[in-house]
């Protein structure tokens, strides 16, 4: 009883987007908090409910680290889990977060921990599946990561967002044309522009834009993200069509 307790206490909701950064620094730096005990609800991927209670998921992290990211999926597929902040349990063996533990199961890297979490809890049961998450997650952190996660990103980040513009015509998501994990890990990463690059010009990609919004509108995605990101996304998506031609960029 005592350590059910203990794990319960340790339950946390985050917001990358609510916590004052300094985007010139680009990855915001880690703080200590304690925040209280919340528990997530709602599903829109479907997870097979035999699953749900195999085991017990701790993800390690804090608000200004990708964990939030792990979280939204979490709360996608509502899968419980407990939120931990102590670095001394942390199974990552870099120091560094986030982290996840699932019985005997060590994870670090967000995107390895999405693929596991996908593939044990979420949509991503054959092979296939598998592969469609898996291009996704391994092109946001190997592609997306580099153009966005930058002070140059205007010099680097267009002609990425026009090719993913041009995937995105006609499609709601990415896979399927379902919200999967793969949007997850791909819009995670579009949505930190608001909260690293404020002045960044997303008119220029309607489909990306529009994709963005659609995202950033899942309660999911608030209860663990945040909401600030809607008033950039308000103010991008109410720009004269004209801001939307894309004009020599080579």
Request: net charge positive.
């Amino acid at each position: 009883l005592k350590a059910t307790i203990a794990a319960m206490a340790a339950m946390q909701t985050v917001s990358a987007f609510n916590v004052p950064v300094n985007h010139l620094g680009l990855k915001p730096r880690a703080h200590e908090r304690s925040l209280p005990v919340t528990r997530h609800a709602r599903t829109a991927v479907h997870a097979p409910a035999a699953l749900q209670l195999t085991s017990e998921v701790t993800l390690y992290g804090n608000r200004n680290s990708r964990s939030p990211l792990i979280e939204w999926y979490l709360v996608e597929i509502n899968k419980q889990y407990t939120h931990s902040e102590d670095r001394a349990s942390n199974p990552n063996p870099f120091g560094k977060i986030p982290g996840l533990r699932d019985d005997k199961v060590e994870l670090f890297e967000s995107g390895a921990i999405l693929l596991y979490l996908s593939d044990k809890y979420g949509e991503s049961n054959t092979p296939e599946k598998r592969a469609d998450a898996a291009k996704w997650i391994v092109w946001a952190n190997a592609e997306l990561d580099g153009v966005l996660f930058t002070r140059d990103i205007e010099a680097r980040a267009p002609k990425v967002l026009m090719q993913l513009d041009a995937i995105l015509n006609g499609k709601e998501f990415l896979v399927g044309n379902q919200f999967s994990v793969a949007d997850v890990a791909v819009a995670s990463y579009l949505l930190f522009i608001p909260l690293f690059h404020p002045n960044f010009d997303a008119s220029r990609f309607p489909n990306v834009l529009q994709y963005m919004d659609r995202c950033a509108s899942r309660p999911a995605f608030q209860k663990t993200m945040g909401t600030n990101a809607l008033q950039y996304l308000k103010v991008q998506m109410a720009k004269k069509p004209s801001n939307n031609i894309f004009n020599k960029l080579f």
